[in-house]
């Protein structure tokens, strides 16, 4: 046997020795595992105090065996109530990185620790208690993760074709690609790398990826980039260098719900007596904030900078008249009469 077997198989091989009375000692099971003789006597320790294992050591046999007959070791043991439930909730959780090149390999390892759990863990129960909301957003094929993953380990560029968010448009790209991000308020993977279509730091959304190919040139990080400074100035995966410093003010009905969160690593909340509060933050992607802020309607308003404020006016006079046409073609069809 090799030696980076772990402690649990020759617990149970030294169990199974055991229970069939051939009566085990610390150099035979060391030489079926290619361990020393002292592993063995600590395995056999900690089946003693920790496990409460009836061993006993016979003279004349040289050799252990269960004082108490009937007794047998079970893997679940060795697992406690509280960490059995959260092997269960790792699966669950893991569920919004499927397609990531480790996933499959993490379930697979989750599912073979799951055979030593308790039997009193049973998993209708734990989730009868807690109830985790999966992913909604499609998933990412395993191979645009494979592929990515080589490359920045390696430091290789990528060649793929993208689809826009902005406008719909398809086109080729060759990129240097730096690091993977997940975002869980997009529940959705992203690449940041550098762009040599945009001569620049861009964000990609894995799942508008089209095609992708590693090449074989290599490229090396720009000069002070830094991965932190980069997100610093993003805000929902959107970046800008230019940076604004940016005051929302909330209703005390909606400030109560902005507490709960860090949205910016720059915010800063300044509280108002009569429970409202002002949210400070200094980002860039004005046209981010603004699609932001505006799922609050009323409840938030912005109070610098002015060109954020005029943001969202054009926008909330251009829905005005979009709903003041549909609201005439209603009138029109009423009768009068």
Wanted: aromatic share 12%.
């Amino acid at each position: 046997m090799k030696q980076s077997r772990p402690p649990l198989v020759r617990i149970q091989y030294i169990d199974q020795q055991l229970k069939e009375n051939r009566f085990p000692n610390c150099c035979s099971v060391a030489k079926y595992f290619e361990v020393s003789a002292k592993s063995i006597q600590r395995d056999i320790e900690y089946m003693r105090d920790m496990l409460h294992a009836p061993i006993v050591y016979d003279q004349k046999k040289r050799g252990y065996f269960y004082e108490t007959p009937g007794w047998g070791f079970l893997p679940s043991a060795i697992w406690e109530q509280k960490e059995a439930e959260a092997l269960m909730a790792t699966k669950k959780v893991l569920a919004q990185y499927q397609g990531t090149p480790y996933h499959a390999e993490v379930c697979r390892a989750l599912d073979k620790v799951r055979q030593y759990l308790p039997e009193n863990s049973a998993a209708d129960e734990f989730f009868r208690i807690y109830s985790i909301e999966q992913s909604t957003s499609l998933a990412i094929e395993p191979r645009i993760f494979a592929t990515l993953e080589n490359a920045i380990r390696s430091s290789l560029k990528i060649s793929m074709t993208y689809r826009a968010s902005w406008n719909q448009e398809v086109s080729e790209r060759t990129v240097h690609p730096y690091t993977l991000r997940y975002s869980p308020a997009r529940e959705t993977w992203y690449l940041i790398a550098y762009c040599e279509l945009r001569n620049d730091i861009r964000t990609f959304a894995l799942g508008r990826i089209r095609t992708i190919s590693q090449t074989s040139k290599h490229f090396t990080v720009l000069d002070g980039f830094s991965i932190d400074t980069y997100l610093d100035k993003t805000f929902e995966q959107i970046h800008e260098d230019e940076l604004h410093v940016v005051s929302i003010r909330f209703t005390p009905y909606q400030a109560q719900w902005i507490r709960e969160h860090r949205w910016h690593p720059t915010q800063v909340v300044t509280e108002h007596a009569h429970g409202g509060l002002t949210l400070t933050m200094r980002v860039g992607a004005l046209e981010a904030i603004k699609r932001w802020i505006m799922r609050y309607g009323s409840e938030a308003e912005v109070l610098e900078p002015q060109e954020l404020r005029e943001m969202i006016k054009y926008e909330l006079l251009t829905m005005e008249q979009m709903y003041e046409d549909v609201r005439a073609v209603k009138l029109e069809s009423l009768s009068l009469f």
